[in-house]
């Protein structure tokens, strides 16, 4: 198999020649230093990695204030306070070529050769950013209309962009919304069904309508909201982050519907362990979850 078959293989939880080897996303200063230099192209750096896919960005803009730590922006400061701050809510033209032109590119050089993704979001973690979790929750109580309105218009730009994807040529979609600590959710199982569903389902149908497999990532302790979220119809879930999820238990609730991706520890073993630490760690994952596809 090539990386290309390799993922989409996993993605259908068939079971592939090997565990496919994929990431959302790789902090620059980390690209830098695997590499050794400044410039050089994402497949390059899939090379120097053995990476099995790589990643089209068509993610909308948060709206708030930013700050830089590290070459990592973060939103420092919400942007939407009230119904006055929506008129800045303003996106990209999804009809316009050149939000397509860079993906477009990369998909030409390496067609074929490595599984792409549409690095995307379904519309939960902009507004959770634009409104700050405080502001969320008090227009919970106060204007629920504001989250309605906000959660729409990120919906209907998103679905705009997935029509768009069948001619760009991606292989699969990857939303990132994040929606929990590792505590627990943001929110409870009733905001979701509530005030979030409706429009994910939308973004959902829109996705699964073109047909393209469905990876969706949200860190922290997911368990109170997977069933809900499971009614969306994703095909792989990431990253299982450890500790918050047990990837053994959802592995055995879950593992005939699901592709599940991730579960290595990034704040220790990644990062601190030696090398025979990160081998021993992957290859437990890979005799317990991997069984079976």
Known sequence: MDSRERVLAALRREQPDRVPFVEGGIDLPMQRALMGRDQFLPEELNEVMGRDNLGVTLRPPIFGEYEERGEINYVARPGIRSR?????????????????????????????????????????????????????SYALADDPGLIDTLLGRYADWTIAVVRHLRDLGVD?????????????????????????MPHLR??????????????????????????????????????????PMDIERVKRLY????????????????????????EAEVKQRIETIGRGG
Not at 177 to 191: E, I, N, Q, R
Not at 211 to 224: A, E, K, R
Request: charged share 20%.
């Open 84 to 136: 006055a701050d929506l008129e800045q809510v303003v996106f990209p033209d999804p009809d316009d070529p050149s939000l397509y032109a860079e993906g477009e590119q990369l998909i030409r050089r390496n067609r074929g050769k490595y599984a792409v993704a549409a690095n995307m979001r379904l519309g939960a973690s902009p507004v959770l950013l634009s409104l700050g979790l405080e502001g969320f």
């Open 172 to 196: 699969f979609v990857w939303t990132f919304d994040d929606m929990a600590y590792k505590t627990g959710p943001m929110f409870s199982p009733k905001v979701l069904r509530n005030v979030f």
């Open 202 to 243: 939308r973004v959902a149908q829109a996705i699964k309508g073109e047909g393209f497999p469905w990876v969706f990532h949200s860190d922290g302790n997911l368990m109170s909201l997977l069933d809900d979220l499971l009614t969306l119809g994703f095909d792989g879930l990431h990253p299982l982050e450890p500790g």
């Open 255 to 278: 593992g005939d519907r699901l592709c599940l991706i991730g579960n290595i520890d990034l704040h220790y073993t990644l990062t601190r362990g030696t090398p025979e630490e990160v």
